[in-house]
């Protein structure tokens, strides 16, 4: 059980178009979920955090008019790159909470990696 | 400084040898501490979690905090080749919420 999903696996794009990337919750209601990006050999950095039906509460120094994130549902949250440029280009991951014993635990999506020309 | 501190590695070792993986970190609110595998061009997947200090086995691995000198470790035994990945040590100050990640220690296990 607690498997996510990201969709797309990964996408090329020119500069100046948007990106949608889906995350979904497959077996379970998530109402908190992360998006991460990670470049390589790097760690992973926490963008913003979304809770279902309210705004995603953005890290310190992420644009949240450039990377938009929208959480409609308990097993769906997405993230939109708007006018992507090269420095975008990376890998996107997210996570979706569920609680597990006596804490919540973060399962993480595949990945999406955005490679932007 | 970071809040979470990994040596980035590489770490290589030999089938069958005993890998330590160490984290260490500097904010005295966390409670809570993961370790994550992942692998390349993949998303992290938990494999342990404690938020004690001592000791925690869980088949061949076990996790150690030491909170006194926030220090952390992963010990793997008997490592396989299959456990080639990066090794990423996660902290927070409760039970629910965002996670702080190391850097992510890269493991290669060589046959």
């Known amino acids: 059980g607690a498997v996510v999903s990201q969709h797309p696996s990964w996408v090329i794009c020119k500069s100046g178009t948007s990106v949608k990337i889906e995350c979904r919750s497959l077996?379970?209601?998530?109402?908190?979920m992360f998006w991460y990006r990670q470049f390589p050999k790097q760690s992973l950095m926490l963008m913003a955090t979304?809770?279902?039906?309210?705004?995603?509460?953005?890290e310190q120094g992420v644009e949240k008019d450039k990377f938009l994130i929208n959480h409609a549902s308990l097993t769906l949250s997405t993230l939109t790159v708007t006018s992507a440029h090269p420095e975008d280009s990376s890998f996107y991951i997210c996570?979706?909470?569920?609680?597990?014993?006596?804490?919540?635990?973060?399962?993480f999506g595949p990945g999406t990696r955005l490679t932007v020309l | 400084q970071k809040e979470v501190e990994q040596d980035p590695g590489p770490l290589s070792v030999p089938e069958g040898a005993i890998v330590s993986l160490n984290c260490t970190y500097s904010?005295?609110?966390?409670?809570?501490f993961m370790w994550y595998r992942q692998y390349s061009r993949k998303g992290p997947e938990l494999l342990m979690y404690t938020y004690s200090s001592g000791n925690k086995e869980d088949g061949r691995f076990t996790a150690q905090v030491d909170k006194s000198s926030k220090y952390i470790s992963l010990f793997i035994r008997d490592s396989q080749p299959s456990d080639s990945a990066t090794y990423l040590c996660?902290?927070?100050?409760?039970?629910?919420?965002?996670?702080?990640f190391g850097q992510g220690t890269i493991l290669t296990v060589h046959p």
């Open positions: 077996d379970f209601q998530a109402t908190t």
């Open positions: 996660a902290n927070r100050g409760t039970s629910y919420g965002k996670l702080t």
């Open positions: 996570s979706a909470t569920a609680r597990r014993g006596d804490i919540d635990t973060q399962y």
């Open positions: 904010n005295s609110a966390f409670q809570y």
């Open positions: 979304s809770n279902e039906g309210s705004k995603a509460t953005y």
